[in-house]
């Protein structure tokens, strides 16, 4: 798991747990009739709307690194052969397309100094 999702994840887990242990102590606080148990009520409502934005983030935080990072590189990935040929092909059409002076051929093969 990548640190970005699971710097999510660890903090998802987190509010959800004090989400919890907040809704038992509201439900405690209920049925003894304290005073406390109507704020706690609230505040455990307000609680598992941030809970569940923090399991949404995690959801999306994955998608974005997967996005941005495309699929994780093991030795076994097509991806990285894949990439590894066009960056072969990019470097020897480059090598190809420079002369013994150093000067860039156009594919037309005219040097890029005479444009008559």
Do not use: K, Y
Request: charge should be positive; proline fraction near 3%; glycine fraction near 4%.
């Amino acid at each position: 798991m990548p640190d970005a999702v699971r710097t999510a994840a660890v903090r998802a887990v987190l509010i959800m747990s004090l989400t919890l242990i907040q809704a038992m102590v509201a439900f405690l606080c209920t049925l003894t009739g304290s005073w406390l148990a109507f704020p706690m009520v609230l505040s455990s409502v307000a609680s598992t709307v941030v809970a569940t934005w923090s399991v949404l983030d995690v959801w999306v935080t994955r998608q974005v690194w997967h996005q941005r990072n495309g699929v994780v590189s093991v030795p076994s990935s097509t991806a990285r052969r894949m990439r590894r040929e066009r960056r072969r092909a990019r470097r020897a059409a480059r090598t190809a397309d420079l002369d013994g002076t150093g000067i860039r051929r156009d594919h037309r093969g005219a040097s890029d100094l005479s444009q008559a």
